[in-house]
């Protein structure tokens, strides 16, 4: 593997440890409370199950870049690597996609199951959970990106072999 490859990689495995940090950071501190009928109401991440997931995720994918990023990619170890990858670039999504689900009734609500939007009431909220949303998906599309290099670079590596 040549320079320029392994450089474009670090790179690429920085720029997702720090964008799974800042979806941390910024999921960790969204709460805001809001007064109805007197009665004040909580909102934080931990109250919802699709939120601590998404926050578990990140960890766990900071935590994961944070070990490799120095790792040499070279032979068995590079496919393990991709591997390993491939199952963070997957929890990543999905956990993106629970949460867009939770969001978007946040938001909107659903008139069909008599849900109410709650922005309204705790904007800063909603504010702090897209913003956790938005360098959580930067981080999954980084990891994206990476599952594809990572690929073509051990592709690359067994056809020069043969």
């Keep these: 593997m040549t320079l320029a490859n392994r450089i474009t990689i670090f790179l690429l ?3 997702a440890l720090g964008a799974s940090v800042a ?10 409370s809001a007064q109805v ?3 004040t109401f909580e909102a934080k991440f931990t109250n919802t199950p699709t939120f601590k997931y998404f ?5 766990l994918a900071s935590a994961y870049s944070l070990i490799v990023l120095f790792f040499p990619t070279k032979n068995l170890l590079g496919r393990i690597l991709l591997i390993s990858d491939i199952i963070m670039t997957l929890l990543l999504d999905s956990s993106i996609s629970a949460c867009l689900a939770i969001a978007q009734v946040g938001k909107k609500g659903n008139s069909h ?3 109410l939007p709650i922005c309204g009431q705790v904007p800063k909220f909603c504010d702090r959970v897209t913003g956790s949303l938005i360098a959580g998906f930067a981080a999954a599309i980084l990891y994206f990106l990476l599952l594809l290099f990572s690929f073509h670079n051990v592709l690359h590596f ?3 072999k043969a």
Excluded: K, P
């Design 13 to 15: 495995r920085l720029l």
């Design 23 to 32: 979806a941390i950071i910024i999921m960790a501190t969204s709460h805001d």
């Design 37 to 39: 009928l007197g009665m």
């Design 55 to 59: 926050f578990g995720v990140n960890i």
């Design 113 to 115: 199951a008599g849900w």
């Design 158 to 160: 067994y056809t020069l």
